[in-house]
Structure formats: C-alpha cells, structure tokens
C-alpha cells in the first residue's frame, strides 16, 4: 500500500534512512539522523504542500518517495527534487516504481514543471529507476563528495512536464 506519510511514521523512515547513510555513499549525510529530525524533515515538505509517501508491506513501511524544492529561490519554484529509499530488504520488488508512480503525477497536477534527482556515483539501480520515469542525465561533477575517505561523483537527471 502506498500513502501519505505522516509524523507516526518518522522511526521506520528515519531506520531505512540511517541504514544508508551508516552504509553507503548514496547520501552524504554522515550521522544518522533521529526520529525527531525526521519527522521535522516530514513536516517541512508537508508544510511545502509537497508529497512524501511511504510503501507499507504487512503494516510496516518499506520505502519512501519524498519531493522537496529544488532550491530555495523564488524563481525555482516550479523546480522539484526527488528521493526515494527503500529497506534493505525491500529493494528489486517494484517499490521503488510504485512510489514513483504515485509521485509523479501529484507533482504534474501540482503544476511542477521540473522534477531532479540527484545520484552519487555508481548507482545503477537509482540511474534505471530515474531513467524508468523520464529523467535524462544533464550533469555529472565528478569528486565533488566525500564520505568515507573516498571522492564521490554525482549525477544530475533531470524531467520536464509539458506545459
């Protein structure tokens, strides 16, 4: 089941994500982040009028899909970025698909006319998952993270909206 997340569901979500930044070089954060930090992150994008959703199976959450303001400028307005994370356990079962298929056209109703994701490099599930729904590479910055003592490139994809 797909549906809006809300502040109950910051642990599960805060779990998937410290799993990845104490593991990985998909994010750049260092420390993990608690469950009160998480549910201000969830409100913030709520508070932005922005979908952040979570996949539930058997009554627990999965994976999240979120959308946040590209930047903060005015003019960037209509400009989104978008993450998706799911458990350890839960990857390669479509999940990420389905978040994204709920994401995706909530953002086009919503008027947004450009949906980024930003990857750190090499990542080819997240590069086939974005490539999936439209997104096109338009950058790469190579060595511009550090995260465990190593130099990380990152990738830019990017989606427009007709319209």
């Known amino acids: 089941m797909i549906r809006p997340a809300t502040p109950a569901d910051a642990a599960a979500i805060a779990a998937i994500y410290n799993h990845f930044v104490t593991n990985t070089t998909v994010t750049?954060?260092?420390e993990p982040v608690s469950s009160a930090e998480m549910t201000k992150r969830i409100?913030?994008?709520s508070a932005l009028s922005l979908p952040w959703l979570v996949a539930e199976t058997e009554g627990a959450v999965a994976g999240y899909a979120y959308a946040t303001r590209w930047h903060h400028r005015h003019g960037y307005r209509f400009s989104v970025e978008?993450?998706?994370y799911l458990g350890p356990a839960f990857g390669g079962r479509g999940l990420g698909?389905?978040?994204?298929q709920q994401l995706?056209?909530?953002l086009e109703?919503?008027?947004t006319r450009v949906v980024m994701g930003v990857i750190?490099?090499?990542n080819e599930a997240?590069?086939?998952l974005h490539e999936k729904f439209g997104l096109e590479k338009v950058g790469h910055f190579k060595g511009i993270g550090m995260k465990f003592g190593e130099w990380i490139d990152v990738g830019y994809w990017q989606r427009t909206f007709p319209g």
């Open 120 to 122: 750190a490099l090499p």
């Open 28 to 30: 750049f954060e260092e």
């Open 97 to 100: 698909s389905r978040l994204y």
């Open 43 to 45: 409100e913030n994008v």
């Open 104 to 106: 995706f056209p909530v």
């Open 82 to 84: 978008v993450t998706v």
């Open 126 to 128: 997240s590069i086939a």
């Open 109 to 111: 109703q919503q008027g």
